[in-house]
C-alpha cells in the first residue's frame, strides 16, 4: 500500500540501552513475498519507502532492530523481560527476515544480551549484564566472544557499551564514570586500543556510530544539562539539532555521512529521522503509534529500527529507500590536504602492500603535479603529498602501509619542490626513487610524457593553473595519453618540441588558454573550468557508472581525487564549494540513469553539505 508520509526515529540510553523495535502494519504484501517475513508498508515523500516488520516471534512484544551490514544481515534484541532469568536476548537475522532466519545469540552465562553493530563480516558487537548487574561490553568475532570493559571506568558496578562496528575493525560505545557520566570511545579491535571520541567540552558523551572512513556520531550533554547530536566527520564536528526538538540522538552513520537516529518533539513523542548534507528528514511508520525509532542504516540506505504499534507492543522495522536510481554518494575527506590524500589512497588501496608506485608532490604548489594524474593511474598508484623540506610522517607511514617493499616513489618535480633529503628518507626506508623534473613545470610535463612511453594522444592544459589540467588528467588516462602544460595561452619550447616531435599524435586542447596556445588542436573549452570539466566527461567518458567530483577553487582535493578517478576509469568533475555550477547539475541529472557512484573529494569546507545534498538528488 503506497502512501505519504515522513519517517521517523527514537531510541534512549540509560541503564541498559533501548534501541529499537518495529511494528506490523497494513500494507499488501509484494508477490512471492514469505507471509512469514512481515508486512510490507510502502510510503511516498521525496524518497520512497517500504517498511517491513521483521519481529522474533519468541516474545512479539518487544523486538527492536540494532544494526544492518551491506549484506542486509540484522543484528538486534527481543524480550519485554517476561522471562526474569534472561529479559534481553540477542539475535541475527537474515533476509526475508521470517522466523526460520532468525539466530539466537547471547553473551554466554550473562543475563541479558544485546546484539547492537554488525559489520559485513557478520561479527557483532554489543554488551551484555552479568549476574552482579554490571554492563559489558563485548565483540563476537567468527563466533568466539569476548568481553570489551575501557580500563576508565569507574562506576560500580561496572557500566560499559558497544554500540557500533565498522569493517575496518574499529567499535564506538561509551562508559561510565563513578558520578555516572559517559564518557564515548572508539576500540581497535585488533589492537584492543580505546581512544576518547566526541566533541570536547560536554560533562557526558555517547558514541553510537563509525563508518568505515572513521567518522563517528553521538550524543552529548553540557554540564547545564543541554543535549544534542554530532557528527565528527574528516575530523571536523558538526552540531546536530532536529528542528524544533526537545532532545537529537544520534544513532548510526554510513559511508556517505548520512546519519539517522532518534529525535523528541515537544509533546514527547518520538520519531526516526535521516541527516544528509545538511538536510533532515522525519521518518515515522506509518502503523507507528507516537514511537518510531531508526537505530542503524547500511551503505545501501537501508535503515532498522522499531515502532510501538496500536497495541502498545515493540515492533522490528526494515525500512527500504529507494531514490536517484539507487545513485550513492560517498565522501573521502580528512582534517587537511594530507589527510585527505591518505584517505583516497586508503580507499582506492585498502589492502597493504596493494598499490604498483606512489606519485608524491609537493602540498603547496600544483605546478609540476599537474601532469601527474596519466603517470599514477598508468602505474596503478595513488598521489600523496608532502612539504619540502622533509616527507611528512604521516604520508611516510602511509607509502610504507600502500607499497611492497622496494616499491617505487616517483617524485614530481626537482629539489624546490621536493628536497634531495626527501629522496633520502624514502631511500632509507628502502623505497626505490625515482625524480621526474624539467626547468620549470612545463618542461617537467614534458618529461614525464617521456616516462609513459610514446603515448598518441596529448591533451594540452593551462599549467598556470590547475582546473583544466586536473579535469584533462582523468581523461588522458583513460586514452593512455599523456597531459602537456602550457603557459597559458602560449607553447614553451620545451612542450613546441614534444609536439614537433610527435607529429601524428592526436591532440586536444583543454580550455581557452590552451586552445589559445595551439589553434591546430581539437579544442574542448566551455564558459569556465566547471563547463569544461563536463565537457571534457561528455567528450571522452560514454555512460560512466561513476564520477568524482572535487572542489574547483583549490587544487588539492581535485589533483588527489583525480588521480583516484583515472585509476577508476571515470570523470573529475569540479565544483565552487557552495554551489553546483549549471554544467555541472545538468551531467549530474542527465547521466544519473548510468552512474552508480559520486564520490566527492574532500571535507564539508572543500564541499560543503549543501552541495553534497545537490549531488544527492540532481
Known sequence: MLRTLTICHAAALAGVVSLGALAVGSGQLPAGADPSAGTVRAAATTKSYTFQTASDSADPTFNQLLGINDLGEIAGYYGSG????????????????????????????SVQTQV???????????????????????TDIAGTFTTVDNPASTASPTFNQLLGINNKGVAVGFYMDSKGDSHGYTYDIASKTFTPAGPAGPASTVATGINDNGDVVGYATSPSGTSGGYLISGGMPTTLLFAGATSTQPLGVNNTDQVVGMYTDSSMGSHGFTYSGGRYASVDDPSGVGTTVINGLNNKGQLVGYYVDSGGNLDGMVVNVSSNNGLVVNRVSGATRIATAIAVSHLDYPTTGSAGAVVLCREDGFADALAGTALAASNHAPILLTGTAALDPSTQAEISRVLPAGGTVYLLGGPVALSDAVSTQLTTLGFKVVRYAGADRFATS??????????????????????????????????????????????????????????????????????????????????????????????????????????????????????????????????????????????LSTSVPTLTTVTVYGGPVSVTPAVFAEVEQP
Open 82 to 109: 517476561a522471562d526474569a532469568t534472561h529479559p534481553n536476548k540477542g539475535f541475527t537475522v537474515v533476509a526475508p527476515y521470517a522466523q526460520p532466519n532468525f539466530t539466537n545469540e547471547n553473551f554466554p552465562s
Open 116 to 138: 547492537i553493530g554488525i559489520d559485513n563480516a557478520g561479527d557483532t558487537v554489543g554488551f551484555y549484564v552479568d549476574k552482579s548487574g554490571a554492563n559489558h561490553g563485548f
Open 446 to 587: 614534458t618529461v614525464i610524457a617521456g616516462a609513459l612511453g610514446d603515448p598518441k594522444t596529448i591533451l594540452l592544459a593551462d599549467g598556470t593553473n590547475f582546473p583544466d589540467a586536473l579535469a584533462a588528467g582523468a581523461a588522458a588516462a583513460k586514452l593512455g595519453g599523456t597531459v602537456l602544460t602550457t603557459e597559458g595561452p602560449t607553447l614553451t619550447s620545451d612542450v613546441s618540441a614534444y609536439l614537433t616531435a610527435h607529429p601524428n599524435d592526436t591532440v586536444y586542447a583543454i580550455g581557452g588558454p590552451a586552445a589559445a596556445a595551439d589553434p591546430a588542436a581539437t579544442a574542448i573549452a566551455g564558459t569556465d573550468r566547471y563547463a569544461t570539466a563536463v565537457m571534457v566527461a561528455e567528450k571522452f567518458f560514454t555512460g560512466p557508472t561513476g564520477i568524482g567530483l572535487a572542489d574547483g577553487t583549490n587544487y588539492p582535493d581535485a589533483l588527489t581525487g583525480g588521480a583516484a578517478s583515472a585509476v577508476a576509469g571515470v570523470p573529475i568533475l569540479l565544483t565552487d564549494p557552495d554551489a553546483l555550477s549549471a554544467a555541472t547539475l545538468g551531467y
